[in-house]
Nanobody
Framework: QVQLVESGGGLVQPGGSLRLSCAAS????????MGWYRRAPGKQRELVAT???????NYADSVKGRFTISRDNAKNTVYLQMNSLKPKDTAVYYC?????????????WGQGTQVTVSS
């Protein structure tokens, strides 16, 4: 059993910052990659940023230069620092991890955390 628990969402004014965290726990042998996705109202879920276990990162064009993804391998935790937030960043943000357990390699998702950017 693997669990991903997100935290750090909330309401922030345009131009503000938030930091999301996602901690993985359970029967984890290794974590290949972790990432953040989001779903805005009325839209499909989209990739925000990903990071591999070696530290390679990938960002959606819409967040490049504003968001930074990082991870603490010792804590099985991934972070998303979000700066210069815009109303269009409003969405439910989901953590995803590609995890090797004692039985398989699988995708695991968190429950989501709401980020609202509004004045």
């Amino acid at each position: 059993q693997v669990q991903l628990v997100e935290s750090g969402g909330g309401l922030v004014q345009p131009g503000g910052s938030l930091r999301l965290s996602c901690a993985a726990s359970g029967s984890i042998f290794s974590i290949v990659a972790m990432g953040w996705y989001r779903r805005a109202p009325g839209k499909q879920r989209e990739l925000v940023a990903t990071i591999t276990n070696s530290g390679s990162t990938n960002y959606a064009d819409s967040v490049k230069g504003r968001f930074t993804i990082s991870r603490d391998n010792a804590k099985n935790t991934v972070y998303l620092q979000m700066n210069s937030l815009k109303p269009k960043d409003t969405a439910v943000y989901y953590c995803k991890a590609d995890i090797v357990t004692n039985t398989r390699l699988g995708d695991f998702w968190g429950q989501g955390t709401q980020v609202t950017v509004s004045s």
